[in-house]
Each structure stands twice: as structure tokens, then as C-alpha cells.
């Protein structure tokens, strides 16, 4: 099973501030998706195939990455991004999840 | 449009089966994968197992012994039975579609393992 972790746990950013969001793969992994999830609310797919975003989501967001290492960029960070952002990988008919980071507002 | 829905009872017994049903409208079960995956009070996602569309599983190993999906696909529906659940299986259940990503999911069912 492919661990994926992310960093940092838990940050907060100051509205305008650029915010990158790290993911760790213990194997070699061909893309990686990201969700974002808030307080009471499903996960919602954010970023797929590493650098896609999902209908709806702000291009001030992007992914970017390959091999073992991927990331979530915000180029300028909003209010509304205040949530839980997740990556997922897919390998040998088993996802895994990252344990998530929170991001804050400062 | 698209939409998953997770039914099943809020409390379960220590030791009993919990059974969940993921309702789903929009598209086919024998064209889309669904799976479940749960989430802990306040805790991160763990992918549970999938139905594949053609009607195979494949299960979470630390699972597998527990788990079991199924699906009725005259019903639009895909069952979750796991069995001897304790209170670390208190936890949020989603369903949530396959499209090589997990671009629908339904909006979660909350389960309390307790007497």
C-alpha cells in the first residue's frame, strides 16, 4: 500500500498570501487528486490528474508534481478556501488518502 | 443529474453487522465504479472497497475479513455489510462514484458503534 503524507498538518494563511500544500508518495505514483473538504460538508474533488482543477474551482488554485512528490498551490489565499484539502492516489486497485492538511485564516 | 444517497441505521451494536445502502441516480452501476470510504469524527478518509462496474470488489486489506459489497443493479443500489464492528468503527460512511477520480460522493452517513 502506497502511504501518502502530507504537510504541514494544519497552517493559516493572511488573505493574498500564497499557500503550497505538500504530498509525499512512499512509492512512485502516476498522477495525484485532491479533494477539498469543509465542516460538515462531503469531500469534494478539487484538482484531478495532478494539475486538472474541477469544474467550479478557482485558477488561483493549481497542482503540480510527479514521481513521489506533488503539491497544492493557492496563489493568493481567500477566505473561502478555509477547509481540509486531502490527496489520493491510485495504485494497484487500492486509493489512499493523505491524512489531510487544515487550512486557517489568519 | 448525478447524485449517491447512504442509508442505514445511526447505532449499531458492539460485536452486530452494520448494513449500508448507496442509492444512486443518474448514471449506471455497470458503467461507474462505486466505493465506500468512512471518516472518523474529526480524522482523515480511508477508503473502504468498491463495487466495480462489472460487478467484482476488491476490499481494504485491513477490512477484508469484515467487508462485504454487493450491488442490485435493477435497484440503482450498492450494499455494505461489515460485521463485528467496536466502537473505533463509529465514523462517517460515504459512497462516492469513480470516474479514476471520486467525482460524486453522496453526503455520508453517520454510524455510532454503542450500547
Known amino acids: 500500500e502506497i502511504v501518502l503524507t502530507q504537510s504541514p498538518t494544519t497552517m493559516a494563511a493572511s488573505p493574498g498570501e500564497k499557500v503550497t500544500i505538500t504530498c509525499r508518495a512512499s512509492?512512485?505514483?502516476?498522477?495525484m487528486h485532491w479533494y477539498q473538504q469543509k465542516p460538515g460538508a462531503s469531500p469534494k474533488p478539487w484538482i484531478y490528474d495532478t494539475s486538472k482543477l474541477a469544474s467550479g474551482v478557482p485558477n488561483r488554485f493549481s497542482g503540480s508534481g510527479s514521481g513521489t512528490s506533488y503539491s497544492l498551490t493557492i496563489s493568493s489565499m481567500e477566505t473561502e478556501d478555509t477547509a481540509t484539502y486531502y490527496c489520493q492516489q491510485w495504485s494497484s486497485n487500492s486509493p489512499t488518502f493523505g491524512a489531510g492538511t487544515k487550512l486557517e485564516l489568519k | 443529474q448525478v447524485q449517491l444517497m447512504e442509508s442505514g441505521p445511526g447505532l449499531v451494536q458492539p460485536s452486530e453487522t452494520l448494513s449500508l445502502t448507496c442509492t444512486v441516480s443518474?448514471?449506471?452501476?455497470?458503467?461507474?465504479?462505486v466505493h465506500w470510504v468512512r471518516q472518523p469524527p474529526g480524522k482523515g478518509l480511508e477508503w473502504m472497497g468498491v463495487m466495480w462496474s462489472g460487478g467484482s470488489t476488491d476490499y481494504n486489506s485491513a477490512l477484508k475479513s469484515r467487508l462485504s459489497i454487493s450491488r442490485d443493479t435493477s435497484k440503482n443500489q450498492v450494499f455494505l455489510k461489515m460485521n463485528s464492528l467496536q466502537s473505533e468503527d463509529t465514523t462517517t460512511y460515504y459512497c462516492?462514484?469513480?470516474?479514476?477520480?471520486?467525482?460524486?460522493w453522496g453526503q455520508g452517513v453517520m454510524v455510532t458503534v454503542s450500547s
Open positions: 443518474g448514471f449506471s452501476l455497470t458503467s461507474y465504479n
Open positions: 462516492a462514484r469513480d470516474l479514476y477520480y471520486f467525482d460524486y
Open positions: 512509492s512512485s505514483v502516476s498522477y
